[in-house]
């Protein structure tokens, strides 16, 4: 596990994006693995200035998101589907038929749930994959519990996860009480992971995950294990790491 710390969100979110520049730079067919969440609005903020800028060209990436509520209409401007078309795929020249985002209105959630890691699987799986880290070391949905999910599931949120999410919506009732999300199996497949963290209320949560014990009651621990993860932190979120385990960035 690599990790940098930068001196604040900009920064941070800066790195981020330059290495997804990279990527499709190496690989002009890259396939995208894409989060939520405020982490990575900055990072999505810098690419389509890239983009803008002409430094990328986004015309044969391929994107997979993590997760996106169950039963919760695309159009409802709190979806997942919503939140990536005003982030960023607006913005962009990626093609919409590139785009995967799994379908949380689904009549048939356990084929949607197949289908989406067999589209990963035939595209050749994902090239990098952002990851953002709940309060609770969640990655993706996949929240605190007793065995690490292989595959795309439906999931029931926590309490703590919806009291966070409630902030986007008018009242806590109105957030999904399930999600579909990539489980930990289909995550640790991506060739290489970036999670990145700003904020001392994720201090514990990366503390967790980069000296803890590797467990599915820290989800992100399980990157532990992985072969090519770089976590790019804020320095309050680095602030419980030993300095002697990142490079300042
Ligand atoms: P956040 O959420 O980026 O809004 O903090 C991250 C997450 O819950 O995975």
New binding site residues.
Partial sequence: MKILVCENYDKLSEKAAQLIMSQITLKSNSVLGL???????GMYKKLVEMYENKMIDFSDVITFNLDEYQNLPIDNDQSYHYFMDENLFNYINVKRENIHIPNGMAKDIKKECIEYDESIRKIGGIDIQV?????NA????NEPTVNFEKKTYVVELQES?RI??ARFFNSLDDVPKNAITMGIGSIFKSKKIML????E??AKAIYDTVYGKVTPEVPASILQLHDDVIVILDKEAARLLNPVDYSVV
């Fill in positions: 989060a939520t969440g405020s982490t990575p609005i990851l953002g880290i709940g309060n969640h990655i993706g949905f996860t966070a999410n990145l963290a700003a904020g209320n994720k």
